[in-house]
């Protein structure tokens, strides 16, 4: 797959909820008829721009989709209702991104980056986390010819940005193989202090770029998926204990240096969501929001339907509102409706310094 040779999935969490937040940034919660959506980083978002470059692992075939209104499989990773094309910015790279629609956003992230270049160096073509930013001059150029300078300035200031990376490299780099060459160089702190400093100036540039509001989702579940406990098989069902140490540590210093940032503007323009700490209610109370597993996935096989990937022959439990996971790496649709309901509406245990929708009114 794409984004991992070794863990595709953990990275995804973030790719569904991308598509819910569309829906909801020119839903009912837009304060203006529509705000423009941008997407950066490592999500492997529907229709995504590494379609353009490389063929990634497609979801096309049942029982994918099998809770869409039209129960087939729609190359989403997902078992339910997803966003219409309509709403979710379309890739950057699409060529159906043109005219007036490029007013509504664009998605530029690249599933397999990371916030290293050097992370991700097993995929071609990828883009990276600076060529994204290069894109998003560029759409602003264009953008410009369309509708001039001054309300290209006043799109992109009002706009919301949600930018996902950093799993990726611990995934993809530093725990990619034993001995990786990162983990000979840095211990586990110290990369994590490098990441932080690298994603501090990719923000800070971001925040030159003219945004306004930028939605951070921390690395999260990074060793918790099916697909983890299967691999682990100590049948303890324990998740994944260096994806976990790692996870704990990064979180924590990339909100310290978000409310740092924002205290140098002097205004919240990055907002912080705590997937680790939603993810770990999931596990803790899987019934309080429920569900009656956080650890078995609703399709697939073997271990906690861990292994391998969801097809027709695959276990397929019957009711999907009852799983937090999909498949051996996607969370439900159920699960993602909770999680971007945390974001928006979460409280300070969610959301630092604030939620989405208060972020949205300021
Ligand atoms: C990544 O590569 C680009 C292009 O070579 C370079 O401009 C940028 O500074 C690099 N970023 C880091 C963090 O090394
Ligand atoms: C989150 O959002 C809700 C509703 O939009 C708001 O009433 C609440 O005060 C917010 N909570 C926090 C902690 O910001």
Not at 84 to 104: D, I, T
Not at 181 to 208: D, T, W
């Amino acid at each position: 797959m794409a984004v991992s040779t070794r863990r595709p999935g953990s990275m995804m969490v973030i790719a569904n909820v991308s598509m819910f937040l569309a829906l909801v940034v020119s839903g009912p919660i837009a304060v203006e008829a529509a705000r423009a959506f941008f997407v950066f980083g490592d999500s492997l978002v529907d229709s995504g721009n590494n379609n353009y470059l490389v063929t990634t692992a497609r979801a096309d075939s049942p029982p994918y989709g099998i809770d869409f209104p039209s129960r087939r499989p729609t190359g989403r990773f997902s078992n339910g209702e997803a966003i219409g094309n309509e709403e979710s910015p379309l890739p950057y790279l699409s060529p159906e991104l043109r005219g007036r629609r490029l007013l509504n956003g664009a998605n530029f992230a690249s599933a397999g980056i990371g916030i290293l270049n050097d992370t991700g160096f097993q995929f071609v073509n990828i883009i990276r986390m600076y060529q994204q930013l290069a894109y998003f001059q560029q759409y602003q150029q264009r953008v410009s010819r369309l509708i001039g300078i001054p309300r290209t300035q006043r799109l992109v200031r009002q706009s919301l940005v949600l930018i996902t990376v950093g799993g990726n490299d611990f995934v993809n780099n530093y725990f990619l193989v034993p001995y990786s060459a990162r983990s000979r160089q840095y211990s586990l702190p110290h990369y994590v202090r490098l990441l932080i400093s690298e994603y501090k100036k990719i923000l800070m540039r971001l925040h030159s770029l003219g945004v306004g509001r930028v939605l951070v989702t921390g690395a999260g579940p990074l060793g918790c998926a099916p697909a983890e406990l299967a691999r682990s098989s100590s049948s303890s069902g324990r998740c994944s204990a260096e994806l976990q140490r790692a996870a704990a540590l990064y979180d924590p210093q990339l909100t310290q240096m978000i409310n740092a940032l924002n205290r140098k503007i002097g205004k919240t323009v990055f907002i912080a969501a705590n997937t680790n700490q939603m993810q770990i209610d999931f596990l803790t109370t899987p019934r309080r929001f429920g569900f009656i597993t956080s650890k078995v996935a609703c399709c697939g096989q073997g271990p906690y339907n861990g292994m391998g990937l969801c097809t027709v022959l695959s276990n397929l439990c019957r009711n999907r509102e009852l799983y937090v996971f999909w498949d051996a790496f996607h969370p439900s649709e159920k699960a993602n409706r909770i999680i971007v309901r945390h974001i928006l509406t979460g409280t300070t245990k969610y959301m630092n310094p604030m939620n989405l929708s208060s972020a949205l009114a300021l």
